[in-house]
Nanobody, 126 residues
Framework: QVQLVESGGGLVQAGGSLRLSCTDS????????MGWFRQTAAKEREREFV??????????SYADSVKGRFTISRDNAKATVYLQMNSLKPDDTAVYYC?????????????????WGQGTQVTVSS
């Protein structure tokens, strides 16, 4: 069973950095493709893809809006996926969720992922 817990959110000024972590308490982490999504108050029913990483860590994918600023990585020994966020902008303000799905593919479709964390709030002030 996959159980995801995010941490690392908070309040930061524009231009600053945060690193989000998502840890799986199950035993299948190395079998999981992982993704980060975000949801804003203005789009309550939409989870926007941010980044995804394959189960080996060899393949990563990013939304155009975060390319060059965010980096996704994973440590399978620690059952943890990270999202390093640099040069943050007020538009990055959202609740960030990690998501997992058993499989080899990295996908940007939220419907692909079967397991989700509880979310962590990121607020970027101008």
């Amino acid at each position: 069973q996959v159980q995801l817990v995010e941490s690392g959110g908070g309040l930061v000024q524009a231009g600053g950095s945060l690193r989000l972590s998502c840890t799986d308490s199950g035993r299948t982490f190395s079998d999981l493709a992982m993704g980060w999504f975000r949801q804003t108050a203005a789009k309550e029913r939409e989870r926007e893809f941010v980044a995804g990483i394959s189960r080996s860590g060899g393949m990563a994918s990013y939304a155009d809006s975060v390319k060059g600023r965010f980096t996704i990585s994973r440590d399978n020994a620690k059952a943890t996926v990270y999202l390093q966020m640099n040069s943050l902008k007020p538009d990055d303000t959202a609740v960030y969720y990690c998501a997992a799905q058993i499989g080899a593919l990295v996908r940007s479709d939220a419907n692909y992922y079967g397991s989700w964390g509880q979310g962590t709030q990121v607020t970027v002030s101008s």
